[in-house]
């Protein structure tokens, strides 16, 4: 699977639809188990159990009781210079004492148990007392390494009572500010042809279009030459930088 690179990234499970189970997830995310019975795999539910349900829609995610499972997200591409919000929720809403669940949180280059202690931990052994929904919310800090990543949960069960834990609305957005466009310089010629146009930005890489919203970019760059053209025809920019895009395009006229 390719690696996400516009955010917000959002999964709340709705688009299973029925189908949902043991071993079934949404496309492009995967499990592994790390300590396992053989049966009790981690999977996708839907309505509301005993044990397990979910946070809003009707389906969620669970992990599942005598297990030791990670399971990840889809690819994510991080960029070096933006910070990153990584967010779910989860229950245990029947919660044993002791307590049956511990969970750790990390994200690695590597969809394995090895990729995720040897990737960078964001929680470890949490203590899963919670009987009510609560989210779980993480920083990826701007000096992350520019790279794709997954972001992998692991639930730890030593228990042999059917419990569950059970997981739901997971979030990935970035915050990174957007460059703006700071001059526009129009340009205008008598009779048929092409004509130059120049625009500057505070920073980042300035991309041309022929719309306001949507289609294909014509060009990047701080000059950008029309095609010949006979009547007065605008164009529009924006700049993007580290994945960040001014979210109106300016309009310039040739």
């Known amino acids: ?27 492009c995310w995967s499990f592994v188990n790390v300590v396992s019975n053989g049966a009790d795999d981690p999977g996708t539910a839907s309505g509301v159990g005993t044990y397990n349900e979910p946070h809003a829609g009707n389906n969620f ?23 990153y919000t990584f967010s779910f929720w989860m229950k245990n809403k029947v919660v044993t004492s002791p307590v049956d669940f511990l969970m750790n949180v990390a994200y690695g280059t590597a969809n394995t148990d090895h990729g995720m202690t ?3 931990m964001l929680a470890t052994n949490v203590n899963c007392n919670n009987s009510g929904w609560v989210q779980f919310t993480y ?43 700071t001059g526009t310089t129009p340009a205008s010629r008598c009779g048929t042809g092409t004509v130059i146009l120049n625009a500057t930005s505070s920073a980042g890489t300035i991309n041309w279009y022929s719309t306001a919203t949507g289609g294909s970019s014509l060009g990047s760059g701080t000059s950008f030459t029309t095609p010949s053209i006979s009547t007065s025809t605008t164009y529009y920019i924006d700049a993007t930088l580290t994945g960040c895009t001014t979210p109106v395009r300016t309009s310039i006229i040739a």
């Open 118 to 120: 040897t990737g960078t």
């Open 139 to 181: 920083t990826i800090p701007a000096t992350v390494a520019t790279n794709d990543y997954y972001f992998g949960i692991e639930a730890i069960s030593t228990t042999f009572t059917p419990w569950y834990l059970s997981f739901d609305d997971f979030s990935l957005s970035s915050s990174c500010t957007p460059p703006t466009i």
């Open 1 to 27: 699977c390719a690696s996400y690179t516009s955010f917000p990234w959002t999964e709340g499970f709705e688009g299973l639809g029925t189908s949902v189970g043991n071993d079934i997830f949404p496309p």
């Open 61 to 83: 995610m669970y992990q599942m009781w005598d297990n030791t499972a990670w399971v990840f997200t889809p690819l994510m591409h991080l960029t070096n210079g933006t910070s």
